[in-house]
């Protein structure tokens, strides 16, 4: 396969990395009302001769920028198809444009000898390592549980999306950020809730919401509203919680992904289920199963969506259960989402194995459901107890000392609660 030696010259000539081209050429076309389609694997397909003939946008992206026809970049139609070459004077009108609307672009839309300087450091390379970073923070969340670190660090990473955007090259490159630094704030919040502080939580939110809106990111969006769902639950404002939950439901990512609707189907059901809604959150739970079966594992997503499938959702059905007093279908549904919650979730499996203890107990079986809710601590490990997961061991012991307050394994159970619970 031969590469694409003009493309390169034009490249090194203009002094363009792969991706500054990438973020050059998205730039134009997000200023012509398109999306960006281009990155730096499309880039590399092209030098590589892997592409041999960019789609119509990018040609055109391509023309405007480098001021010369596709072909003379090195490009070369489909000798079946006999596509028209875009008229020469095309690069220079859409070039007067480019100037006319945005300064950077302008700075590179000059000809092709003639390039005096460099393409703004701040684009999607910048978005990409904040969005890598981001990523070690869900990892360590995933893995751990909500703290205070955690927490400081979304934060920092938040402040420096933020800086980064008064330096955007572009309108896109500065939502991008927006949405990054929504997504970081979002991440910090909800380390707040995992650590059950939700006053913290509430104000870190509105901040979130501002920046989601701020950049126009239907995923950012989602993200808020699934967690101010989490939130009002967790404050007992149940109402609110549902009206969280429809909001997640009426982003636009929703009707692209059927993941994410499934996700906001099942807020809304426990939701449903604290207010005493029966047969609205059982509606809720089959619209969950529903979407959830049209959706794409292996698409690509937030790294913050990882959590989510059959496991989660048949841990979200066992906490509706345990709230409406289906506990049978409560524990097959916690026995379900734990034989599909990969290990790596260590808090998500600790919180299941609670609500699992939970439905056992009020079935009357004491001595099961104490070696159940002590697995939780084996779970855990040697990391802190999460805030939240402090919270449902809590409620577990209320219940066992109401149910079954003079059954011996209660009593044992209690000497080990009180010992985990002095953990740091």
């Known amino acids: 396969m031969e590469g694409?030696?003009?493309?390169?010259?034009?490249?090194?000539?203009?002094?363009?990395?792969?991706?500054?081209?990438?973020?050059?050429?998205?730039?134009?076309?997000?200023?012509?009302?398109?999306?960006?389609?281009?990155?730096d694997r499309t880039v590399r397909n092209w030098l590589t001769g892997k592409t041999k003939w960019p789609h119509p946008r990018q040609r055109e992206a391509l023309e405007a920028?480098?001021?010369?026809?596709?072909?003379?970049?090195?490009?070369?139609?489909?000798?079946?198809?006999?596509?028209?070459?875009?008229?020469?004077?095309?690069?220079?009108?859409?070039?007067?444009?480019?100037?006319?609307?945005?300064?950077?672009?302008?700075?590179?839309?000059?000809?092709?000898?003639?390039?005096?300087?460099?393409p703004s450091t701040v684009g999607t390379s910048d978005v990409?390592?904040?969005?890598?970073?981001?990523?070690?923070?869900v990892a360590l969340d995933q893995s751990r549980?909500?703290?205070?670190?955690?927490e400081k660090a979304a934060l920092a990473g938040a402040v420096d999306a933020l800086d980064k955007q008064k330096l955007a090259a572009s309108q896109r490159i500065r939502q991008r950020l927006f949405s990054v630094a929504a997504d970081f704030t979002a991440s910090a919040a909800w380390n707040a809730i995992d650590a059950h502080r939700?006053?913290?939580?509430?104000?870190?939110?509105?901040?979130?919401?501002?920046?989601a809106g701020m950049s126009g990111d239907p995923v950012s969006e989602f993200e808020v509203w699934n967690l101010y769902a989490m939130l009002a639950r967790q404050r007992g404002e149940y109402a609110d919680a549902v009206d969280a939950a429809h909001a997640a439901q009426a982003t636009a990512v929703t009707r692209r992904d059927p993941l994410f609707a499934s996700l906001a189907h099942a807020r809304t059901a426990v939701g449903q289920s604290y207010l005493g809604e029966r047969q609205a959150a059982l509606r809720s739970l089959g619209h969950a199963w529903e979407a959830l079966d049209k959706s794409d594992p292996d698409a690509p997503r937030a790294a913050w969506m990882d959590f989510y499938g059959v496991g989660e959702l048949a841990g979200l059905v066992g906490i509706v259960r345990n709230q409406l007093g289906?506990?049978?279908?409560?524990?097959?549904?916690?026995?379900?989402?734990?034989?599909n919650t990969p290990e790596r979730f260590r808090r998500n499996r600790a919180m299941e194995y609670v609500s699992l203890a939970k439905a056992q107990l009020h079935q009357g079986d004491a001595e099961l459901a104490c070696?159940?809710?002590?697995?939780?601590?084996?779970?855990?490990?040697?990391?802190?107890?999460?805030?939240?997961?402090?919270?449902?061991?809590?409620?577990?012991?209320?219940?066992?000392?109401?149910l079954a307050p003079d059954a011996e394994s209660a009593r044992e159970?209690?000497?080990?609660?009180?010992s985990e619970w002095s953990r740091p």
């Open 4 to 39: 694409n030696e003009r493309l390169a010259l034009a490249l090194r000539e203009r002094g363009f990395t792969q991706t500054a081209l990438a973020d050059v050429l998205n730039d134009y076309l997000y200023a012509v009302g398109h999306e960006g389609t281009v990155g």
């Open 65 to 118: 920028v480098f001021s010369c026809t596709a072909e003379e970049l090195g490009f070369r139609p489909p000798a079946r198809t006999g596509h028209p070459t875009t008229p020469r004077e095309q690069p220079v009108k859409r070039r007067n444009f480019l100037t006319a609307t945005t300064g950077t672009t302008a700075a590179v839309a000059v000809p092709l000898t003639g390039f005096t300087g460099a």
């Open 128 to 137: 990409i390592r904040l969005r890598e970073r981001l990523d070690g923070l």
């Open 145 to 150: 549980g909500g703290h205070a670190a955690v």
């Open 198 to 211: 939700p006053n913290r939580a509430h104000d870190l939110l509105g901040k979130a919401v501002r920046l």
């Open 326 to 339: 289906d506990w049978t279908e409560a524990e097959a549904a916690s026995h379900r989402s734990l034989a």
């Open 371 to 402: 070696a159940t809710a002590s697995t939780a601590f084996g779970v855990m490990g040697n990391h802190p107890l999460p805030g939240r997961l402090r919270s449902l061991i809590g409620d577990y012991y209320r219940d066992l000392l109401t």
């Open 413 to 418: 159970w209690g000497d080990r609660y009180r």
